[in-house]
């Protein structure tokens, strides 16, 4: 079946140690989405990638990169973890950003900072 | 800026019964796009319907249906015959133009007693 693969689904790593989590799709979407959502809160859009057009929201913090090599691969970098960015990161695709376009979620990687 | 409202933290209903999880939207915008996520735990959140602002007929799925009022920006989802595989979080979000992120609301935990 066509899906959204997310790894590792749990990762835990050390305050300032940087950490990337990695997202797959074999539904050949051009849109590629990473969302984080903390403990009882909305997902919030970080930034996507239209094809290779990488398109930040205005207040994702510095910290937060990505790269998408290939239309396959999406990768979400944190360069320095803090205690803050302890949450669950939702990666999602769509065939465009138009309205009627439905985004098809992976499972989700939580990440633990100690 | 959009917001999305879900007054509801959490809900129970009966296995068989109906059920109505409300949210609400604040928009200047004409023409959008309202969902209903479903993420059930431990799992992806997948879409459970939607609705173009631009059609007054309310969207139906099978049990799943909208009550949508536009000029009230209400968007309540109604799940008749409620089932144990329902027992999930629901996430309303909105989506506009060709923007390309939804902004969901807190979401709403549905519990479904048999």
């Given amino acids: 079946d066509a899906m959204v693969i997310q790894n590792p689904r749990y990762q835990v790593t050390q305050f300032g140690k940087p950490v990337t989590l990695s997202c797959s799709q074999t539904l050949n979407h051009n849109v590629m989405y990473w969302y984080q959502q903390k403990s009882s809160q909305a997902p919030k859009l970080l930034f996507h990638y239209y094809d290779k057009d990488f398109n930040n929201e205005a207040d994702t913090p510095d910290n937060f990169q990505s790269r998408r090599p290939n239309t396959s691969f999406c990768f979400l970098d944190i360069r320095s973890p803090g205690l803050g960015d302890a949450a669950m990161y939702l990666c999602a695709t769509s065939f465009s950003t138009g309205m009627f376009a439905e985004q098809f979620f992976g499972p989700g990687t939580r990440l633990t900072v100690l | ?114």
């Fill in chain 2, 1 to 114: 800026a959009q917001t999305v409202t879900q007054s509801q933290p959490e809900m129970s209903v009966q296995e068989a019964e109906t059920v109505t999880l409300s949210c609400t939207y604040d928009t200047s915008e004409s023409d959008y796009y309202l969902f209903w996520y479903k993420q059930p735990p431990s799992r992806q959140m997948i879409l459970v319907i939607r609705q173009e602002a631009y059609k007054q007929q309310n969207a139906t799925e099978n049990r799943f249906s909208v009550n949508f009022q536009k000029a009230a920006k209400s968007f309540s989802l109604k799940i008749s015959d409620s089932q144990l595989g329902d027992a999930a979080m629901y996430f309303c979000a909105y989506k506009r133009g060709s923007q390309g992120n939804l902004i969901f609301g807190k979401g709403t935990k549905l519990s479904v007693k048999p």
